[in-house]
């Protein structure tokens, strides 16, 4: 019967991890890559590492993640899910770590809920299927959260936070929030109990130790990055914003299934931010009631502290940027905060039991319309209409709206070298988006535009509308349009 008993928590992760893994797979197969991952191509392209840091300090990002894309492509090519495998084991890492840490909730209902939450979140679903940073950014995140706990409840586990606090100064500048948050609970907490006092000056040694190992890069990289200006992702911070920023930590973009479901996933929203709330409530009760507050203080700092100072940055200065991915770090906390209403007892305690489920199984609806959406930028399906369109007398022109430091038509290259298909002549675009050469267009009869967020009236648009009697237009995704310039 023991045994039986300590398998069971085993067989439930492993059915867990599955789920995540397979709702992961689904989204990277039926989905492109996007800009911001051929970006990412990019950098790990470089010829050598003096190339690499010198084309890394004009962007705006620590070196880790591309580092690690650079040796997965090394090893297994350039294929997509060798790109995306960094980023997929980081966040099957964070739902471990989360597993992990949910063994210190008030009960497995707990443990399970917040698990869930993670392996259906929508926007994590994303970040662990794609190129970029974030799951790595959330990874850290978890890590250093676990680390925190063990060393202050157990006087174990410092070089865990100094590994994590390392990886996620490599990973994100944004992981500076989750360090200050965590720090000030951490403080906060040694300062106030006398059973943490002693263990808190290994935990400040450990946040110390990760930062010292991430020096030379924030001494060397950072202030060249700092001094190009170059303006991040995301600036709209208000109020309004914010909220929207703890409901997409679970439920992103609810409009992927349809109108009929779009009140219910809604509702959902409105009820797991109710839940974030209760759960910090309860936990904060509990960790009174049982004199070791440190769970609820930490949880607190990581899920609420993360994205209020993210959003207060973005007050200040639009370098700081607000954006969906930037939360990513608060996201395990999130969950685990919410899945602890799963073990909600006293007042209302059925029917915050009973919300915790209903939120779950909304997430899992979510999920499903999620993996099977194109999503913003659906390069993929774009290249392959083209192609299967296209005679070799026709012409392609690919631009996208992004920073000049980066070639234009990475994605159309990718996939076009990828896929069945005429050898199609590339008309290259200048600075400004123009042609840079517009005297090669007379020897083509079919121009196709492969073009990401460009204005319908920006100039390269217009000055083929006077050369080509005929339009046609295409969308795929919601920012990938394809214009057809015929002559007659």
Not at 30 to 47: I, Q, T, V
Not at 71 to 93: I, N
Request: glycine share 10%.
């Amino acid at each position: 019967m023991r045994r039986e008993a300590q398998r069971a928590p085993a067989v439930v992760f492993a059915a867990l991890f599955a789920l995540a893994l397979a709702l992961r797979l689904a989204n990277g197969a039926l989905g492109s890559l996007k800009l911001d991952d051929f970006h990412s191509l990019y950098h790990a392209r470089a010829p050598d590492l003096e190339a690499f840091f010198g084309g890394l300090v004009q962007d705006n990002h620590p070196p880790l993640q591309f580092l690690l894309v650079r040796a997965s492509r090394a090893l297994f090519g350039e294929s997509e899910w060798a790109l995306r495998l960094p980023a997929l084991l980081a966040g099957l890492g964070t739902l471990a770590l989360v597993w992990r840490i949910g063994a210190r909730l008030a009960c497995p209902r707990g443990r399970l809920a917040a698990g869930l939450l993670v392996a259906l979140s929508s926007l994590h679903i994303d970040l662990s299927s794609d190129v970029r940073m974030y799951a790595l950014l959330g990874l850290a995140g978890a890590g250093v959260l676990e680390g925190l706990l063990a060393c202050l409840e157990e006087s174990r586990g410092a070089w865990r936070i100094a590994l994590w606090t390392a990886l996620g100064l490599h990973a994100h500048y944004h992981f500076l929030y989750t360090l200050v948050a965590l720090g000030t609970a951490t403080v906060a907490l040694g300062l106030s109990h006398s059973a943490y006092r002693t263990r808190l000056r290994a935990c400040l040694l450990a946040l110390a130790g990760g930062a010292l190992l991430a020096a030379p890069w924030y001494a060397l990289g950072f202030p060249s990055q700092l001094a190009h200006g170059l303006a991040p992702g995301g600036s709209n911070a208000t109020l309004l914003r914010l909220f929207e920023g703890f409901k997409n930590l679970v439920f992103l973009d609810v409009s992927a299934a349809g109108a009929l479901l779009h009140p219910l996933l809604i509702g959902a929203s409105a009820l797991f931010l109710l839940l974030i709330a209760s759960g910090a409530r309860g936990e904060w009760l509990r960790g009174r009631a049982s004199g070791s507050p440190a769970l609820a203080v930490l949880l607190a700092a990581a899920g609420l502290g993360v994205p209020l100072l993210t959003w207060s940055a973005a007050q200040f200065s639009t370098r700081a940027g607000y954006e969906w991915r930037y939360l990513a770090g608060a996201l395990p906390a999130v969950c685990l905060l919410v899945g602890s209403e799963g073990c909600a007892a006293g007042a209302f305690a059925r029917a915050r039991r009973a919300a915790t489920a209903l939120v779950i199984a909304c997430a899992l609806v979510l999920a499903s319309f999620t993996v099977r959406d194109p999503g913003e930028e659906d390069y993929r399906d774009a290249a392959a209409w083209i192609l299967a369109h296209a005679t070799p007398a026709d012409a392609v022109v690919a631009a996208d709206w992004q920073p000049l430091i980066f070639p234009q038509g990475l994605g159309w290259r990718y996939y076009a070298a990828r896929s069945k298909g005429p050898e199609l002549e590339v008309l290259d675009p200048d600075e400004e988006l123009g042609l840079a050469n517009p005297v090669r267009l007379e020897g083509h009869a079919r121009v196709f535009c492969i073009l990401r967020s460009l204005p319908d009236g920006c100039g390269l648009l217009r000055m083929l509308r006077q050369r080509f009697a005929h339009e046609e237009k295409r969308v795929f995704g919601r920012s990938i349009h394809v214009h057809v310039f015929t002559r007659a």
